[in-house]
């Protein structure tokens, strides 16, 4: 008798094998799953906030939880800077090639086109903000990371070079990771390439706008990027030339956690503006209008 009372009592039950965790009708067993349709929502890479992908296109695809800046392709940042319809692209035709056989490039050069929908890793142009025309290369980290190779770097020299020729206001929109390795000493020779072209069309009184895009990195920041007369970076953007590892280690010292975001860089003098994106268009309107009037003056 005490020996049945002060048996251990099971802590869990078991369920037969036909009955399920819910209420066990048959109409909820054979009611299939709902899947949400891939794409219908969208997750901040900072805060975690999920959002609807229509709603987040809408906010120009910035978080309406934490303000964070997602990324944008080349397509979109076009879209949403110039004037609706003006955009006429150029030299679409100018794409990378395999000019040292590195293993495996060419078939990853087909694979970014393919999934990116991009020829290339910057789009070049002509178009209008407010009206204003404007020469435009909208860089796109979606393709190869952004990296400047040969092809790159032409299209851009090749867009300075017209902006200058017919005295048009230049703006280029910078994302990469750096000069593009497969490549070698030809994508490093963009570098001066194309600050070469920028000194000529200085010295013709050209306006060259540098924005600054997440991220912006390597070869790319240590030229064109950093050579603008007016130079403006999104919010919380990561601009630099070394990653934070890299110069950590060398100097052996912990480096503040906003090192090389576009605040921190405003701070210590390498930005001229950090411009919300919804702000950009009618800041860039706005300085290209200053331009104008003062050469008709």
């Not at 939880?65 to 609706?84: K, P, Y």
């Not at 230049?170 to 070698?184: D, K, N, V």
């Not at 070469?196 to 240590?222: C, H, N």
């Not at 030339?241 to 480096?255: D, H, M, N, P, Y």
Request: hydrophobic residues 40%.
């Amino acid at each position: 008798m005490f020996k049945d009372l002060f048996q251990k009592k099971r802590k869990y039950a078991t369920l037969p094998p036909d009955r399920s965790a819910g209420s066990g009708d048959a109409e909820t067993q054979q009611r299939p799953k709902r899947e949400i349709p891939e794409g219908l929502m969208n997750k901040c890479s900072k805060c975690g906030a999920i959002q609807y992908s229509k709603e987040l296109e809408k906010n120009l695809k910035v978080c309406t939880s934490c303000g964070h800046h997602m990324r944008l392709n080349a397509v979109e940042r076009i879209a949403m800077t110039l004037d609706e319809g003006s955009f006429v692209e150029h030299d679409g035709d100018v794409v990378s090639i395999d000019p040292l056989h590195f293993p495996g490039y060419a078939g990853k050069l087909a694979e970014q086109k393919l999934k990116s929908g991009l020829n290339e890793a910057v789009v070049t142009g002509e178009g209008a903000i407010n009206g204003q025309p404007v020469a435009v290369a909208v860089m796109s980290f979606d393709f190869f990371s952004g990296s400047m190779g040969s092809a790159v770097g032409e299209k851009i020299t090749r867009i300075i070079e017209h902006a200058g020729e017919y005295g048009l206001p230049l703006i280029i929109f910078s994302t990469s990771g750096g000069a593009r390795m497969q490549e070698s000493i030809l994508s490093l020779m963009q570098m001066a390439k194309t600050s070469a072209a920028l000194g000529q069309f200085a010295e013709k009184g050209g306006l060259y706008l540098s924005v600054i895009t997440d991220p912006t990195m390597g070869g790319v920041s240590a030229s064109f990027a950093m050579l603008g007369d007016i130079i403006i970076a999104e919010p919380s953007t990561t601009f630099g030339f070394a990653g934070r590892l890299v110069i950590e280690q060398t100097i052996r010292q912990k480096l503040p956690d906003d090192f090389q975001t576009a605040e921190f860089n405003m701070q210590h003098g390498q930005l001229d503006l950090v411009v919300h994106r919804k702000e950009m268009k009618t800041m860039l309107g706005k300085l290209i209008g200053m331009h104008s009037k003062k050469e008709e003056l």
